[in-house]
């Protein structure tokens, strides 16, 4: 890895460029939010970011820590009840992209964030779903993006919260999802995308200084690689600087925050 | 008809053992102050219902208030787990906690069935996921007008929904504002609905179309300032964010947990909680 960024400042690089100008985007917090934020910030200031708490069209100067904060309701323009935003917005078809993360994933790029082990006597318990189903089956195309492990890439799931592909090929279809599922899962070593016909997740890029054998040895499956795979371009100067200025003014803000409570 | 009474008062009134009790608030506006009250007027076996169960309901899992849990995401907002409620879904601590799990789309669908007086929702919802073999009460409709199939889940009718808002006028208008999450479909799906405020004013003086809950629709309302810390109410005191934190450290363990449990119970309402707050053997708590 360069020296001269990190693994997850690549990772959050990576998903911000795959949202383009004008795009309406469901929000997850966590990495997603970053990466929208990212955009909105460089190439795509026209990017409508909604959250599930209500604000659409949220512009918040710095990183919100939960879901609902209050610069998402300040800087949005409107907010609206949480029924509204997952029965007229998000059912109702209007969101182009969904950004999800996963405690757990498969190779057809299936979404686990309830258990690890038995429902009943769980390992561990997860939060949960949240949004994630109606979002994975009601977007036109879902984004994922989790660090990847061979924890995390697992051959198959303890629970199934939210549809990728289900069983593979037309499976997805076959279920009446609409949406076009996960077209790219952006992780800190490389970029995934479902092969067109089995929908099973190959390699298409490479972040730099990740080689084939590290991913290889971070995925629970026998991972393929496209043949069009190609290197991820590193970022640039003008992203890195967006994004370490908003991850500073972030931790400034909760810090600040924090100890004035 | 809202009548004007403390926080004591309304929880001693108007929450039995046995309820059915939603206390919504969507990160913003959680009713803190009453959850620490149910605490303290030791209620028990409560069926509790909120979308984010947040550290509100940790607090009242730990304390051995409930004994079942409907929610759609059970996490600590930006910081991790809610460790009380693992402790009782994982090990049965302190008495096993039966949880009925479904999506934010389903629950806030739910609440809005419950308000329209529906016996259930209706949703494009769970296709191929795994939540109907956990929970069988998500069943299946189809459309009689398309044979589309669709989600159908029981509506929420909590015996009380309790909630925070930002103000109450003299009869016992409540106006909220900011984000909304489902605090009124929480009200308005309920038999009886408490409200805390942040303040008691002789008017509203809210533009139209503003979130008014009328006083007829509330059963009791109480001035609890700063009822919604360490959530946020827009307009009046931001997120505690550092508690959040903190919170990881208190709810991981069962001791520490115990030892922040005495303070809320041993403090007679919310305001001397807080006050005890800047005690330095509390302070101690959340390092």
């Known amino acids: 890895m360069s020296a001269s960024f990190t693994s997850e400042e690549i990772m959050t690089v990576a998903a911000a460029r795959m949202l383009s100008d004008g795009t309406v985007c469901f929000v997850g917090i966590g990495l997603p939010s970053t990466a929208a934020n990212l955009a909105r910030l460089t190439h795509a200031p026209e990017a409508i970011l909604i959250y599930e708490s209500g604000p659409i069209g949220a512009k918040p100067p710095v990183l919100p820590l939960s879901i609902g904060d209050g610069n998402l309701a300040e800087t949005a323009d409107t907010v609206v009840s949480t029924p509204e935003i997952f029965r007229y917005w998000l059912q109702g078809g209007r969101i182009d992209v969904g950004f999800l993360g996963a405690a757990q994933l498969d190779r057809i790029a299936n979404i686990n964030t309830t258990v690890v082990g038995s429902y009943d006597k769980p390992k561990a318990r997860l939060p949960g779903a949240g949004g994630a189903p109606e979002i994975s089956s009601s977007v036109k195309e879902v984004l994922i993006i989790v660090k990847q492990s061979k924890r995390t890439f697992v051959e198959k799931l303890d629970f199934i919260t939210s549809v990728g592909f289900l069983t593979g090929g037309d499976a997805r279809e076959a279920a009446g999802l609409s949406g076009n599922g996960p077209t790219a899962v952006i992780t800190d070593l490389c970029v995934m995308r479902p092969d067109p016909l089995t929908r099973e997740l190959k390699v298409s890029n490479i972040h730099p200084g990740v080689n084939r054998e590290t991913i290889k040895a971070s995925t629970g499956w026998t991972v393929g690689f496209a043949e069009t795979c190609e290197d991820t371009p590193p970022p640039t100067a003008h992203e890195l600087e967006t994004l370490r200025d908003l991850k500073t003014r972030t931790a400034l803000a909760h810090g600040i925050q924090g100890d004035a409570e | ?287």
């Open chain 2, 1 to 287: 008809m809202a009548e004007w009474m403390t926080l004591a008062d309304a929880i001693a009134s108007y929450v039995s053992d046995g309820d059915t009790l939603a206390m919504e608030g969507f990160t913003h506006l959680i009713p803190f102050a009453a959850g620490h009250e149910v605490i303290r007027q030791r209620r028990r076996e409560l069926s509790l219902v909120r979308m984010t169960p947040d550290l509100i309901y940790d607090q009242l899992i730990g304390a051995g208030c409930a004994s079942k849990l409907t929610f759609s995401w059970g996490g600590n907002p930006g910081v991790g787990s809610l460790h009380r409620f693992r402790d009782a879904v994982e090990n049965d601590w302190p008495h096993p906690l039966a949880i009925e799990e479904r999506s934010h789309s389903d629950l806030a669908n739910a609440y809005v069935a419950g308000a329209a007086n529906l016996p259930f929702a209706v949703l494009r919802g769970y296709a191929g996921s795994d939540f109907p073999r956990v929970n069988p009460q998500i069943r299946s409709i189809t459309c009689p007008f398309t044979g589309e199939v669709l989600a159908a889940t029981p509506a929420v009718r909590p015996d009380v929904a309790i909630i925070h808002a930002q103000k109450a006028d003299l009869k016992g208008n409540v106006l909220l504002w900011g984000i909304l999450g489902v605090q009124k479909e929480a009200v308005l799906s309920a038999k009886r609905a408490i409200v805390t405020v942040e303040e008691r004013v002789p008017s509203l003086d809210a533009p139209p179309n503003a979130c008014i809950l009328p006083h007829w629709v509330v059963t009791a309302v109480c001035e609890v300032p700063r009822g919604a810390t360490p959530s946020y109410a827009h307009g009046y005191y931001e997120r505690d964010n550092a508690f959040y934190r903190a919170w990881d450290r208190v709810s991981r363990d069962r001791e520490r947990f115990g030892a922040w449990l005495q303070y809320v119970l041993r403090a007679k309402d919310f305001e001397e909680y807080l006050d005890l707050q800047r005690d330095p053997q509390v302070q101690a708590v959340y390092q």
